[in-house]
Structure formats: structure tokens, C-alpha cells
């Protein structure tokens, strides 16, 4: 898992030509801390198809930001630099995570 920040968000996510899952988090986020072993988990499985990386965001305000972080968890897959999907709050369970991954990857496979 690529931990990102300021500087790396634009050349680990942005610039990537495959799928990154990104995961943005907060220390105080009990359901954002829960969810970390089940991506961990994904990524060994899906790792040779995409890129995962995870951001906390009270470190990265201005990602947050930019990228309309308002509420979290908030899981996210990016292509060419855009989200594509995403589960948000509430919705953003394991289950949902592994639709997510499984769909984009079969939607996006080059």
C-alpha cells in the first residue's frame, strides 16, 4: 500500500495510467481503521492489476479538499486522473469495496 501525500497524490494517482484504488482516512476514523486489513487483503489479490494507495487526510487538507473529501471513509477508484467510482460513509463496507475493485477491473482491463 503506496502511503501518499501532498507531493506524491499528483504522481501516484493522478498521472498513473492503471486503476488506483485510494483510500482516504483520518486517525480518529474508527470505520476508516477497520477497513484497512480487508484493502491490505485486496491489494495481494488485485495487486498486479491495480495500483492501491491509501492518504490521510487531516495530513493532506488540500487533497481533501480538491477531491471533495467531505465525509469519510471514503474509498475511490481513479483512472487518467478522474474518479471513476467510489463508496462513501456507511457504504463504504469491505463487500462493497471488493464489488467496486471487481467491477472497474472488469470494465477497465486493457
Known amino acids: 500500500m ?14 498513473e495510467e492503471k486503476l488506483v484504488l485510494v483510500s482516504f482516512w ?10 484497512k486489513k480487508p484493502i491490505e487483503v485486496f491489494e495481494k489479490e488485485f495487486n498486479a492489476n491495480m495500483k492501491f494507495a491509501d492518504i490521510d487526510i487531516t495530513r493532506a487538507r488540500s487533497i481533501a479538499k480538491k477531491h471533495s473529501i467531505f465525509s469519510l471513509p471514503k474509498v475511490a477508484i481513479y483512472k487518467d486522473g478522474e474518479i471513476i467510482d467510489s463508496v462513501l460513509g456507511e457504504d463504504a463496507t469491505a463487500e462493497n469495496i471488493l464489488e467496486m475493485i471487481e467491477k472497474n477491473l472488469a470494465e477497465h482491463r486493457k
Open 26 to 35: 483520518g486517525p480518529t476514523c474508527a470505520p476508516c481503521l477497520e477497513l
Open 2 to 15: 503506496i502511503e501518499l501525500n501532498k507531493t506524491s497524490f499528483a504522481k501516484e494517482v493522478l498521472e
